[in-house]
């Protein structure tokens, strides 16, 4: 897919802000810092959303309109809290109540950061999207930090992981906004996804 106009729309502070045209949302979210609102920049090639080496820096919902006809949402991180706070206290309202209630979200892309074995906050969050019924699929985020082959047994291992508690794997992605690496899979599966009518 090529990316004629991309513009930010709006920020939200809560669902019912949310822009209620109908066009399909295509959200990204993850821990703090693991490259949500980087690789939102890198698949439109612009410098929409804000970027920060310090965890924490998206806090609303934003919206960017894409070929005026989706759009790309960029959530706040979770799991950026003190550790004394319950794994439930670490995802803000906010996040919830957009993942679980909004009827336009088409699909949910749960970024997870390549080089880390799998979190248990990621798994306990898919674990909820499973229960929900919320599709959703993983991007493993800064694969220009290390080598194909540990690249390779990284994704194994995560799929051996998701294995023992799912039957059938998400679509899966490997990304990297540093070089563009896979940023193509991504654009082409939303577009798959925007030729399919419901
Ligand atoms: N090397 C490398 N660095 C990246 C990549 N993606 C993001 N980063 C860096 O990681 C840091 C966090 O990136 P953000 O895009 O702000 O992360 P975020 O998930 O939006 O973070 P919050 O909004 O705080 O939840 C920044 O310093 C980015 O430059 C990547 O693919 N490769
Ligand atoms: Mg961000």
Redesign the pocket.
């Given at each position: 897919m090529i990316i004629t106009s991309a513009e930010f729309r709006c920020s939200s502070q809560k669902l019912s802000q949310v822009p209620d045209d109908g066009l399909r949302d295509y959200a990204?979210i993850?821990?703090?810092?693991?490259?949500?609102?980087?690789?939102?920049?890198?698949l439109t090639g612009r410098k929409l959303?804000?970027?920060?080496?310090?965890?924490?820096?998206?806090?609303l919902i934003n919206h960017f309109l894409i070929n005026k006809s989706w759009y790309l949402v960029?959530?706040?991180?979770?799991g950026?809290a003190r550790t004394s706070k319950s794994l439930k206290e670490q995802f803000a309202q906010i996040i919830v109540d957009y993942v679980k209630g909004c009827q336009k979200m088409y699909f949910l892309f749960v970024?997870v950061d390549s080089r880390l074995e799998p979190q248990r906050i990621d798994l306990e969050f898919m674990e909820m999207l499973g229960v929900e019924g919320i599709p959703f699929g993983i991007i493993f985020?800064?694969?220009?930090?290390m080598g194909v082959n540990k690249l390779a047994s990284n994704v194994a291992a995560y799929k051996r992981r998701l294995l023992e508690s799912w039957e059938e794997l998400p679509p899966m992605f490997t990304?990297?906004?540093?070089?563009g690496?896979g940023c193509e899979s991504v654009l082409d599966f939303i577009e798959q996804c925007q030729n399919q009518t419901n």
């Open positions: 990204f993850g821990r703090s810092n693991v490259g949500k609102s980087s690789l939102i920049n890198r959303a804000k970027v920060s080496g310090t965890p924490g820096k998206t806090r960029d959530l706040p991180g979770y950026y970024l985020t800064k694969t220009d930090k990304t990297s906004s540093e070089t690496a």
